[in-house]
């Protein structure tokens, strides 16, 4: 998401709407309020930042902070701030080297066997550390025009095998639309998997619907979901119920996290956010280290504090509760194990 990227469209009854669609509308987007909404002082220098890079927060992710806690760790990830207006060297609006991978509008393939389609610059949540907050997401979109495009590439090279629904989140679409791309992708005989990297279902829960369940079992590829999640906090009831609905219908649940500074950069933290995703049907997948996006500079851990971190993690933790932690870099033939 960029700061040109559109508002996610809302249907036109607002009253009508989805719950979640609903939500949506009702997100904060202005700095004064979320910190007026935690009983926390104005800072104007967030409304600086939030020109660089547009904020947004569901109201119920919101609940799940303390309030007063100016460092609470949700509060820390949503909250822009003056750092991320300062240039830092080594970090770069494209660090993943994207442009150079892009084959089709929107369409990425950067790995082996699989491609990664930008469905929509719109996403439920603004994370300040996004990778994509520079991404040119008017250009790059395989939606509408250039959607026969995306499947005419799938369709030619028979080696690919799974297709990355992502964005923003492709699951600020809607269902229909989504119903009708993914009728779509399983035409194609060599495709296998569908894969669907979202946060909506850790930051709107209300997402998690019988449509949406519907539309990723109702067809013959084999549907994997990769939520995000950073902190336990992020966990609340709500949350655990919608993802032990996505386990009970059958689909593999993963999580994949960016180790932020101030945020889960202890051995505790990192603990308990595995215990309480694996409580709730999520299994640790990936930790990764921060990719260097233009205004993120402030959020980065070394890789010894990185290093020490998964040393203790393992000490404490099965095997299987311990997530990899890993760096993507562009131009590599996969992520790069630390």
């Not at 890079?53 to 902070?65: A, E, L, N, Q, S």
């Not at 005419?152 to 699951?171: C, F, K, N």
């Not at 998997?193 to 369940?213: N, Q």
Request: charged share 20%.
């Amino acid at each position: 998401m960029n700061k040109t990227a559109p508002i996610i469209p809302l249907t036109r009854d607002v009253e009508h709407a989805p719950a979640w669609r609903r939500a949506l509308s009702e997100a904060v987007t202005r700095p004064s309020e979320l910190l007026s909404l935690l009983g926390l002082p104005d800072e104007p220098e967030s409304e600086s930042a939030a020109q660089l890079f547009r904020m947004r927060v569901p109201r119920g992710f919101i609940t799940r902070m303390r309030p007063g806690d100016r460092y609470d760790p949700l509060l820390l990830q949503v909250l822009p701030v003056a750092a991320e207006c300062q240039a830092s060297a080594g970090f770069m609006t494209d660090p993943l080297g994207e442009a150079a991978a892009m084959a089709a509008p929107g369409l990425l393939h950067k790995y082996q066997g699989r491609v990664l389609l930008t469905l929509t610059g719109a996403c439920g949540i603004h994370c300040r550390y996004c990778f994509r907050r520079h991404y040119p997401y008017a250009e790059a979109n395989p939606s509408g025009g250039h959607w026969e495009q995306a499947l005419a590439y799938i369709r030619q090279d028979s080696s690919i095998h799974e297709v990355i629904l992502s964005g923003g989140d492709p699951l600020s679409l809607s269902d229909q639309r989504l119903t009708a791309m993914v009728t779509d992708l399983a035409t194609i005989p060599h495709l296998q998997r569908l894969r669907i990297h979202s946060r909506l279902p850790v930051v709107l829960p209300e997402r998690v619907t019988p449509e949406l369940l519907g539309w990723l079992t109702g067809n013959r590829l084999r549907p994997v979901l990769v939520i995000h999640a950073n902190h336990a906090q992020e966990i609340d009831a709500t949350v655990q119920a919608a993802l032990r609905t996505i386990v009970a219908a059958g689909i593999p649940l993963l999580n994949q996290s960016v180790l932020l500074k101030h945020i889960n950069d202890t051995a505790d933290g990192l603990c308990t956010l595995s215990e309480t995703l694996f409580d709730a049907g999520a299994l640790p997948y990936y930790l990764h280290q921060l990719d260097h996006v233009q205004g993120a500079a402030h959020f980065e851990v070394t890789d010894d504090e990185a290093q020490e971190l998964m040393t203790a993690m393992r000490a404490r933790l099965p095997g299987y509760l311990v997530p990899r932690l890993v760096r993507e870099q562009a131009g590599e033939p996969g992520k790069s194990p630390l």
